[in-house]
C-alpha cells in the first residue's frame, strides 16, 4: 500500500505540473478569441489577455500589446486578475506539496504534518484549478451570446472560440485532477501507517483491562 501511496503522489505531481503550464499557455496566449472576415480571408485575427494578433494564412503573424489598461473592458481585467490569481495559488500548492511527499525527507518523523501539508497543497490546486475555469468559461459565454445576437447584422464578422480557451478548460480540468490523486495518495499513506505510540497504550491498557475483566 505504501508503493500504491507513493506512485499516487508521483503522478498527482507530474499532472499538477502539466496543468499548470497549460494554465500558464492560457494566460499568455493571443488565441482566446479568433475572427475571420470575408473580405479579408487570408487573415484571421486573434485576441488575448494582453493584446490583438494578425495572422496570416502565408505564415506571417504580427502582434499588438493594448495601449492603456484602463481603456480595456472589465471582462478582460477580470479574466487577466483571475489567470494571474491561478497561477499564483497553483505554484503555491505545488511548493506546499512537495515537502509533504513520502519520497521528500522533510518532517519525516511526523507522518501528520507531511499528510496537512500535501492536503494543504491538494485544496490550493482544486482552488486554482477553479479560478481558471472561471475567466476561461465567462469569454466563451460572452462569445456565444454576442454571436448569436440577432440585434447584430449577418454580415458582421463575429469572434468564435480560440485554441487558448480549450486549453485552460483542460488545464483546469487537470489541476483538479491532480489534486485529488494527491488527497487519494494521502489516503493510502494514512492506511499504511502504523498506529501511533499513544493508541498504541491505550489499545494496550484496554486488552489488559479487557483480560483482567474475564480472569476474575
Known amino acids: 500500500m505504501e508503493q500504491c501511496a507513493r506512485a499516487l503522489e508521483l503522478l498527482g505531481m507530474l499532472v499538477y505540473a502539466g496543468a499548470w503550464l497549460c494554465v500558464l499557455g492560457t494566460t499568455i496566449s493571443p488565441q482566446w478569441l479568433s475572427m475571420s472576415t470575408a473580405l479579408l480571408p487570408l487573415e484571421r485575427y486573434e485576441l488575448g489577455l494582453w493584446g490583438t494578433c494578425v495572422v496570416q494564412d ?3 503573424m504580427e502582434c499588438r500589446p493594448y495601449d492603456s489598461l484602463l481603456g480595456l473592458s472589465w471582462d478582460l481585467k477580470l479574466a487577466r486578475v483571475l ?3 491561478s497561477l499564483a495559488v497553483g505554484v503555491l500548492g505545488f511548493l506546499v506539496a512537495i515537502p509533504g511527499l513520502s519520497l521528500v525527507n522533510s518532517c519525516e518523523e511526523d507522518g501528520r504534518t507531511k499528510r496537512i501539508l500535501t492536503i494543504t497543497g491538494a485544496f490550493l490546486g482544486i482552488l486554482s484549478g477553479v479560478l481558471c475555469w472561471i475567466p476561461v468559461s465567462y469569454v466563451a459565454r460572452l462569445a456565444v ?7 447584430v447584422p449577418d ?4 469572434w468564435e472560440f480560440g485554441d487558448a480557451l480549450f486549453c485552460g478548460w483542460v488545464g483546469g480540468f487537470l489541476l483538479i485532477m491532480a489534486a485529488l490523486v494527491l488527497l487519494s495518495s494521502s489516503c493510502q499513506r494514512c492506511r499504511a501507517e502504523p498506529p501511533r505510540p499513544a493508541l498504541q497504550r491505550r489499545n494496550q491498557v484496554m486488552s489488559t483491562m479487557l483480560a483482567r475483566s474475564e480472569y476474575v
Open 58 to 60: 502565408v505564415g506571417g
Open 83 to 85: 489567470t494571474c490569481t
Open 145 to 151: 451570446v454576442r454571436f448569436f445576437d440577432d440585434t
Open 155 to 158: 454580415v458582421v464578422p463575429r
